[in-house]
C-alpha cells in the first residue's frame, strides 16, 4: 500500500482530486482519463462486491457527487488496473488489494494521511 500511497502523492492530478469540492463522476474520469462509465463499472463490479469498502464508500448515500474518500478508493483502482498485465483479469487485482487491505481504507485514516500529506503540495 505504501506505493500507491506514494503515487497518488506524487501525481498532481490525482493528489489535487482528493482536494476539490464537489467533483463528479464525469470530471474525475476526465481526470484519469477514462470513460465516465469505467468509473460507475469500478463501484458495480469492485467496490460493491466488498462489504466493507462499500459500506464506507456509500456512507453519504449515493450522491453525483464523489466525496474525497470515494475519489481516493478510485484511484486506487485506477493505479492498480494501470499497474495491471493486459492479460490478467483486469478486476481481480483490486478486488483482492481492497480485501486485504480494507482495515487500513478507512474514511478516518484517508483523513489522516491526507492531512499529514497536505503540506508537501501547498
Do not use: C
Request: aromatic share 12%; glycine share 0%.
Amino acid at each position: 500500500m505504501p506505493v500507491i500511497l506514494e503515487t497518488i502523492k506524487e501525481n498532481s492530478r490525482f493528489w489535487q482530486a482528493l482536494f476539490d469540492n464537489l467533483l463528479s463522476r464525469k470530471e474525475l474520469a476526465n481526470i484519469l482519463g477514462v470513460n465516465r462509465t469505467s468509473i460507475w463499472r469500478w463501484e458495480r463490479n469492485i467496490i460493491d462486491k466488498i462489504h466493507p469498502i462499500k459500506q464506507r464508500y456509500y456512507l453519504n448515500s449515493r450522491s453525483p457527487y464523489l466525496d474525497a474518500y470515494q475519489r481516493f478508493l478510485l484511484i486506487i483502482i485506477f493505479i492498480i488496473k494501470q499497474e495491471i498485465d493486459e492479460s490478467l483479469l483486469k478486476n481481480s487485482e483490486p478486488k483482492r488489494f481492497l480485501k486485504l487491505n480494507f482495515q487500513e481504507l478507512t474514511r478516518e485514516n484517508f483523513e489522516l494521511w491526507r492531512k499529514e500529506n497536505v503540506s508537501i503540495h501547498s
